[in-house]
């Protein structure tokens, strides 16, 4: 299963919370794909494969090279598409001040860059989401015609995910497995 959307949107507490649900493993792709020092793994599509191998696992839907191979073995896709400015803006922000002002260790020892940053990285996670926010606009419904096979389900507010997971999630994995 794949929880799409820009940076910020909450793809990962979304997949984390289905991985729950399902009792299935999750995988945070971002740790799959970058080194120390914000390198790409030369190991990653290996690890990519490796992953949808198995019968079950949970994982965002990132990284164009990585993507033909993760709706090709995924069943159903959850496109996370909240109001950006209202609600993924003020996340991406903040999450980034947050593991900025504590340090907080990412993937293989990365942290988030300084503050000043933002003025001089084009590839700012912050500036990247405001650049990225319309590109699922058309990446995710081309799915319908490259991967027939695969379920897509659209949100579009917190309220929506919430529901989902309460309703048709809930149904499919029984609802004490869901919270």
């Known amino acids: 299963m794949l929880v799409a959307g820009v940076s910020g949107v909450g793809k990962s507490t979304l997949a984390r ?4 649900a399902l009792d299935a493993p999750y995988t945070e792709i971002d740790a ?3 080194g120390p020092g914000w390198t790409p793994r030369p190991e990653f599509l ?5 992953l949808v191998a198995g019968n079950e696992w949970v994982t965002e839907w990132q990284y164009t090279a990585a993507r033909p191979a993760l709706a090709e073995r995924a069943d159903l896709v959850v496109w996370l598409d909240l109001s950006f400015l209202r609600m993924t803006l003020p996340r991406v922000v903040s999450r980034t001040v947050r593991r900025r002002l504590r340090r907080e260790e ?3 020892g990365n942290l988030e860059p300084p503050f000043r940053t933002f003025l001089t990285n084009r ?3 912050v500036r990247w989401a405001w650049r990225r926010r319309h590109h699922y606009d058309q990446l995710v419904p081309s799915l319908e015609g490259t991967h027939p096979h695969l379920a897509i389900v659209r949100l579009r507010s917190q309220r929506e995910v919430d529901a ?3 309703g048709p999630l ?3 994995v029984g609802e004490d ?3």
Request: aromatic share 12%; no cysteine.
């Open 46 to 50: 290996d690890d990519v494969a490796d």
């Open 123 to 125: 590839d700012h996670i």
């Open 17 to 20: 919370r289905i991985a729950r």
């Open 170 to 172: 809930a149904r499919a």
């Open 164 to 166: 989902w997971l309460d």
């Open 106 to 108: 990412l993937w293989n």
């Open 32 to 34: 799959l794909f970058h």
């Open 177 to 179: 497995r869901v919270r």
